[in-house]
């Protein structure tokens, strides 16, 4: 289902963006990372990334920056003078390592989007879930799952839990969708219903069924 049968007043201000520096093979997800940017815009979410200007990562933040929305790049020293990934959209920090640019970020958004990507977008989203193992926070973590993308992750999570791995509350932070409004409206619907018994699909289906699926 693309959309949702309810909506939300838009209470979510401000975001922070885990994605690739590298465009990937399937041409969807460059076409998914602008529909993300203007459906940020036209929600008045401010951004925060990684910094730089490459790959899908820079497709996602440029649509918002160049269509007048509010964006802050945390980026390490060591990557920002040599400048790797090119120059940051918006107001840049300089920081002194990928740990503190999390910090920054999760210091201040009240909710985190994670676009597919591999070694570098994985390590910063799991080490917001460590902390979270640590109740460093809570805050709701979106993974837009464009094709299945991250349907092998959350197996992975699915099994931790019923592995007795991973606490059952740490699992409900990840929201997954393969649509940017859907997932846009779980992060409003989990930062404003956050108790244990609240149900999305119940919410916008009125006791429909679930079509999203997960393989």
Same mark, same amino acid.
């Given at each position: 289902?693309?959309?949702?049968?309810?909506?939300?007043?838009?209470?979510?201000?401000?975001?922070?963006?885990?994605? /690739?520096?590298?465009?990937?093979?399937?041409?969807? *997800?460059?076409?998914?990372?602008?529909?993300?940017?203007?459906?940020?815009?036209?929600?008045?979410?401010? #951004?925060?990334?990684?910094?730089?200007?490459?790959?899908?990562?820079?497709?996602?933040?440029?649509?918002?920056?160049?269509?007048?929305?509010?964006?802050?790049?945390? +980026?390490?020293?060591?990557?920002?003078?040599?400048?790797?990934?090119?120059?940051?959209?918006?107001?840049?920090?300089?920081?002194?390592?990928?740990?503190?640019?999390?910090?920054?970020?999760?210091?201040?958004?009240?909710?985190? +989007?994670?676009?597919?990507?591999? +070694?570098?977008?994985?390590?910063?989203?799991?080490?917001? +879930?460590?902390?979270?193992?640590?109740?460093?926070? /809570?805050?709701?973590?979106? *993974?837009?799952?464009?094709?299945?993308?991250?349907?092998?992750?959350?197996?992975? *999570?699915?099994?931790?839990?019923?592995?007795?791995?991973?606490? #059952?509350?740490?699992?409900?932070?990840?929201?997954?969708?393969?649509?940017?409004?859907?997932?846009?409206?779980?992060?409003?619907?989990?930062?404003?219903?956050?108790?244990?018994?609240? /149900?999305?699909?119940?919410?916008?289906?009125?006791?429909?069924?679930?079509?999203? #699926?997960?393989?």
């Amino acid at each position: 289902m693309e959309g949702t049968s309810r909506t939300f007043p838009y209470t979510i201000k401000f975001v922070g963006l885990l994605g /690739s520096h590298a465009l990937g093979r399937n041409p969807k *997800l460059m076409a998914t990372a602008v529909d993300l940017g203007r459906e940020l815009v036209r929600r008045k979410v401010r #951004l925060t990334y990684g910094g730089g200007n490459v790959g899908l990562q820079e497709a996602v933040v440029s649509t918002v920056y160049n269509n007048g929305g509010r964006v802050r790049g945390f +980026i390490p020293g060591y990557i920002a003078t040599r400048q790797v990934y090119g120059l940051t959209y918006g107001v840049e920090y300089t920081v002194s390592s990928n740990y503190y640019k999390y910090f920054e970020m999760n210091h201040i958004v009240e909710a985190f +989007i994670v676009f597919p990507g591999g +070694i570098d977008t994985m390590e910063g989203l799991f080490t917001l +879930i460590s902390w979270a193992s640590e109740r460093l926070h /809570s805050k709701p973590i979106g *993974l837009l799952n464009i094709d299945g993308y991250f349907n092998n992750l959350i197996k992975f *999570l699915d099994d931790a839990v019923r592995q007795n791995f991973m606490a #059952l509350y740490q699992r409900k932070l990840f929201i997954s969708s393969f649509f940017v409004d859907e997932l846009l409206d779980k992060l409003e619907f989990a930062k404003a219903f956050s108790g244990p018994g609240a /149900s999305y699909d119940e919410f916008v289906n009125l006791g429909g069924l679930d079509l999203e #699926l997960h393989f």
